[in-house]
């Protein structure tokens, strides 16, 4: 029988196409699934970037998918890009199957920071009607951003007589800038940026300079060591004759050096002496051009909340006297930064998240009125946006001015923006802005009032640690005789703050929490004789990463034991899970004691130790591999032996990240 070879061939040429066009339909049908995994993971990673570009594929190929518009929206949020996040985040919210708050309150974020004031305010007011009576924290921080969208539409509707341009040239780059400072007759200018670590997770930042040559601002150079360091330096401030430079570092919670210049070298930095630096975070600070008079920024017990401005007088003998809060027309329970004083002493410029503020840092002045100063006045629109307008430094003249913004359609995360301001904005009727009357609650919504000497209010912020960058995290406070009853909080993910109001006479732990980091937590304990009525707790929460470490300070034994306390029930679930959460996580649990005793008992007690937790954990179903148990006795303290509370610091157990 005679073979036809080309039917034969024509037959297996269609079933390979036939199979070809099969398995192709196949992989099309699964790619959306497989680039939303891709795009989940890189989320979950913070590879923000790769996240953005994924889930833009999977939007094209699922519109409606309520979990890709979501995450869009958060997305383009941290972009800043809010005019992309309303429609993404409009749909998620419309679809979801149930409320979610945080659809509501993202959404409303992002018609706050595009200017679409109205739509915030009505879905603020849809997470009022939905929030319990009871939770003040959160009725408190809805009211506050209703009252900014009013301050939003009120300074919109009187825009101001003035001009601001965004630097074009090289002094802003796709990374950070910010924190301009002028000197030498404004033909000098000093800035902090991260551009040379742009391409790290974690940026560092350095001061630059650059100088004027009557048309363009110069390449910007960055200062030498010891001015930069290979770690955190910011500019901070500069004298008038241009020799001595004040820098900030995050050191003992963020303190204000001062460096000197010896003709074209500076010398190492010194730390600027009590009370202006403070066991408290000091991020800035203003020297006036006769060196008598310091503004400085500080969140110390004795402020309104969050941080307040200080003022401190040099005395005779070159010392600086105590220093003095500037006052309720100043400060306020939020965040009040970056003094700078206008060349006639008369002008108080700073930043606030406070007072009458359209959403994030705005921009204020107060005048010189004697020993005290007038009300604060917003600087209005369009020098204000809803994002962080800060640090604002004029000129000599007091013409024009450079200050910092995050705004839509910065080049990077923070951008140097101009101002020339125009003759009429230094009158009071184009400066001063009402302060908005509190938006009207429906009666049940309003939380009962308290006898303030019952009650504190609570606050602070939650940041990453190394960096201070502001962290959207979870807090979670916790009444010991309620341990069932627990209270949460979110804090806020431009500046990192919380709140809550706690009673005094009551015990309290306090735990910050973030996907992706260490939780830290803090015990608390308020006397009936507390006497103020605020209370600082800021969190620098790690990152998890192979080599990181945590103490785990609410850990506890019974005396020369290996059994744990009943009271150690909290930290062991939250570090139970920390390992569930994160599934990849190989870890050591080390033991660690004091000096007392014999080195081989010290060794075998914090070995124990270490295996009483790790058997916690593998009762609770953690796989063995994932956990090691060491005990290094006292080869490893953390502070000195010599007092009862160096001892009490170097007795603990440590958690290490092996692999992640």
């Not at 972009?79 to 993404?88: G, L, N």
């Not at 500076?266 to 008598?292: K, V």
């Not at 809550?500 to 309290?508: E, L, M, R």
């Not at 620098?540 to 150690?568: C, H, M, P, Q, R």
Request: proline share 4%.
């Amino acid at each position: 029988m005679k073979i036809d070879n080309m039917k034969i061939l024509r037959r297996v040429l269609f079933l390979a196409f036939c199979l070809w066009f099969s398995a192709v339909a196949q992989s099309q049908a699964q790619s959306p699934k497989k680039i939303i995994a891709k795009a989940d993971k890189a989320f979950f990673r913070d590879e923000s970037e790769k996240a953005l570009s994924l889930y833009e594929q999977a939007l094209a190929a699922q519109p409606d998918n309520i979990k890709v518009n979501y995450r869009l929206g958060l997305l383009y949020l941290q972009f800043k890009q809010p005019h992309k996040a309303v429609p993404v985040l409009q749909k998620a919210t419309k679809h979801a199957p149930e409320y979610r708050p945080e659809y509501t309150l993202n959404l409303a974020q992002a018609y706050q920071l595009n200017g679409n004031f109205d739509e915030a305010i009505t879905q603020y007011q849809a997470a009022l009607a939905k929030t319990n009576k009871r939770n003040e924290t959160e009725i408190g921080n809805l009211n506050k951003k209703i009252t900014e969208c009013i301050s939003g539409q009120n300074l919109r509707a009187q825009p101001i007589s003035a001009e601001v341009h965004q630097i074009t040239n090289a002094l802003n780059s796709a990374a950070s800038d910010h924190g301009p400072i002028l000197f030498n007759n404004d033909k000098s200018l000093i800035f902090t940026s991260s551009r040379q670590a742009q391409a790290k997770k974690n940026p560092d930042e350095n001061i630059y300079f650059s100088e004027f040559d009557g048309q363009n601002w110069s390449a910007p150079q960055a200062f030498p060591k010891p001015v930069n360091t290979s770690d955190h330096d910011a500019a901070a401030g500069i004298s008038a004759d241009g020799n001595t430079l004040y820098i900030y570092r995050f050191e003992n919670g963020g303190d204000i050096y001062q460096m000197k210049r010896n003709g074209s070298t500076w010398g190492e930095p010194e730390e600027m002496p009590e009370p202006i630096n403070s066991e408290f975070y000091e991020p800035s600070i203003f020297i006036t051009a006769d060196n008598q008079y310091a503004f400085f920024a500080s969140d110390r017990y004795d402020g309104f909340g969050g941080l307040d401005l200080y003022i401190t007088l040099r005395q005779p003998d070159g010392s600086w006297s105590e220093p003095m809060n500037l006052g309720s027309n100043i400060n306020t329970e939020y965040d009040e930064d970056a003094p700078f004083v206008s060349a006639d002493g008369m002008t108080l410029y700073f930043s606030s998240r406070g007072h009458n503020s359209m959403g994030g840092y705005d921009l204020f002045s107060s005048n010189s009125e004697g020993i005290t100063w007038s009300k604060a006045r917003n600087l209005g629109f369009p020098i204000n946006s809803p994002f962080d307008d800060i640090y604002l430094v004029t000129t000599s003249d007091g013409n024009q001015g450079f200050f910092s913004s995050d705004r839509v359609g910065s080049v990077g995360e923070k951008d140097i923006y101009a101002v020339t301001f125009r003759s009429a904005i230094a009158t009071d009727s184009l400066l001063a802005v009402a302060e908005p009357e509190p938006f009207p609650m429906k009666d049940t919504l309003v939380a009962a009032a308290k006898p303030a000497v019952q009650t504190i209010t609570l606050r602070g912020k939650v940041t990453e640690a190394g960096l201070g960058s502001p962290l959207a995290a979870q807090l979670v406070l916790t009444e010991q005789n309620q341990l069932d009853s627990p209270v949460y909080a979110n804090a806020d993910s431009l500046s990192g703050g919380y709140q809550f109001v706690v009673t005094k006479g009551k015990k309290y732990s306090l735990v910050a929490r973030k996907e992706g980091y260490f939780y830290a937590t803090e015990n608390l304990i308020l006397p009936e004789s507390f006497a103020r009525d605020t209370l600082a707790k800021n969190f620098a929460l790690k990152k998890i990463k192979t080599g990181a470490k945590l103490v785990l300070n609410n850990l506890f034994f019974e005396y020369n034991s290996d059994k744990l306390t009943a009271s150690s029930r909290d930290e062991l679930s939250r570090l139970y899970d920390l390992m569930e959460e994160n599934a990849g996580l190989s870890v050591e649990i080390s033991g660690h004691t004091d000096s007392r005793g014999s080195a081989a008992y010290n060794q075998a007690l914090s070995l124990k130790r270490a295996q009483a937790v790790v058997n916690y954990l593998k009762e609770k179903g953690i796989a063995t591999e994932r956990l090691k148990a060491v005990g290094f006795g006292a080869q490893k303290p953390i502070a000195s032996n010599k007092t009862e509370n160096g001892r009490k610091q170097n007795r603990r157990t440590e958690f290490k990240v092996l692999h992640k």
